[in-house]
């Protein structure tokens, strides 16, 4: 089975660009997460969907961040304008389970350079 | 608000050594959830295990093991006989009741040589 897909795996841009991250959770999952990871901070959620719906989107650092999630099998992460500090690896998580047992299952990440 | 506090930033041991990652958190939930996730060097994340508040049972599975204390308030996850592709960087994590987001702790990275 496939597990959570996101492209690009590697993007590199310059400081104003705007960037797109894009994922595909696993079939069947109902939760999907958008995660940042950064040696300073760790790893840090964004914000949360559940159906399709965001539900917490309070990790979501500024404006110029957005995400959306327009049917079950496809999320974006979209940076505009990018900022060197928005370098980091991005992480998309998709549950089976809007409860607390679930467990989530990790993409491979995409890491982003903003220069 | 929830905290995951991981203590070790980095271990380093030798190939076989018993090696013990400390993990306490905080929560004012009753119900809970407590998770350990695994990060090789190729960057994906791993689950490992899932433990319940109202469970404070022991797990082993194979060389890892896992000692939940709630009147510590603490989940310490242990390696026997550690293997060099044991080294990682691990994290423990928790989720509160509600919804299943995860608070995560910044990370023990583990080091094995042979």
């Known amino acids: 089975d496939a597990g959570v897909i996101q492209s690009p795996r590697h993007e590199v841009t310059e400081m104003g660009q705007e960037v797109t991250l894009r994922c595909k959770p696993i079939s069947g999952h109902n939760s999907l997460f958008w995660y940042r990871q950064t040696m300073m901070r760790g790893l840090e959620l964004l914000i949360y969907f559940n159906n399709n719906v965001p539900i917490d989107d309070s990790g979501m650092p500024e404006d110029r961040f957005s995400a959306k999630m327009p049917n079950a099998s496809f999320s974006t992460l979209k940076i505009q304008p990018s900022e060197p500090r928005d370098s980091a690896v991005y992480f998309c998580a998709s549950s089976p389970t809007a409860n607390p047992t679930g467990e989530q299952f990790f993409g491979p990440g995409t890491r982003l350079t903003v220069l | 608000a929830q905290k995951v506090t991981q203590a070790q930033t980095e271990i380093s041991v030798v190939e076989k050594e018993d090696v013990t990652l400390d993990c306490v958190y905080e929560t004012r939930d009753t119900t809970y959830y407590l998770f350990w996730y695994k990060q090789p060097p190729s960057g994906e994340l791993v689950f490992l295990i899932r433990r319940n508040s109202f469970d404070e049972q022991n797990e082993i599975s194979g060389r890892y093991s896992w000692n939940f204390q709630k009147s510590t308030s603490s989940f310490n996850f242990t390696i026997t006989a550690s293997q060099v592709v044991d080294s990682a960087v691990y994290f423990c994590?928790?989720?509160?009741?509600?919804?299943?987001?995860?608070?995560f702790g910044k990370g023990t990275m583990l080091l094995v040589s042979p």
């Open positions: 994590a928790l989720s509160g009741s509600g919804y299943s987001t995860l608070t």
